[in-house]
Nanobody, 115 residues
Framework: QVQLVESGGGLVQPGESPRLSCAAS????????MGWYRQAPGKQRELVAT???????NYGDSVKGRFTISRDNAKNTVYLQMSSLKPEDTAVYSC?????????WGRGTQVTVSS
């Protein structure tokens, strides 16, 4: 059974730098491309960041320079280091694992940026 379990969300203040984690099980993690996506209320889901099995990264325009995605294949975990958070970063952040046409999603973790 494939599971992607996100953690690290919650209520944070503007400017803080939390880190999200996504622990994967049931897949051969190292060969999957991994990603973070987010969806704010009333908005479509958008790309936050992706990292390929080879370590190449890609970021959404709204987070470039502020967020960093990384992976630890030994721990089957992908991370999203966020910095300089803004209220508009408030969303449910979901983890994705992709290998060709195969696609898995976590349930997501809420990040609320508010003072």
């Amino acid at each position: 059974q494939v599971q992607l379990v996100e953690s690290g969300g919650g209520l944070v203040q503007p400017g803080e730098s939390p880190r999200l984690s996504c622990a994967a099980s049931g897949i051969r993690f190292s060969i999957y491309d991994m990603g973070w996506y987010r969806q704010a209320p009333g908005k479509q889901r958008e790309l936050v960041a992706t990292i390929t099995s080879g370590g190449s990264t890609n970021y959404g325009d709204s987070v470039k320079g502020r967020f960093t995605i990384s992976r630890d294949n030994a721990k089957n975990t992908v991370y999203l280091q966020m910095s300089s958070l803004k209220p508009e970063d408030t969303a449910v952040y979901s983890c994705n694992a992709r290998l060709g046409p195969v696609d898995f999603w976590g349930r997501g973790t809420q990040v609320t940026v508010s003072s």
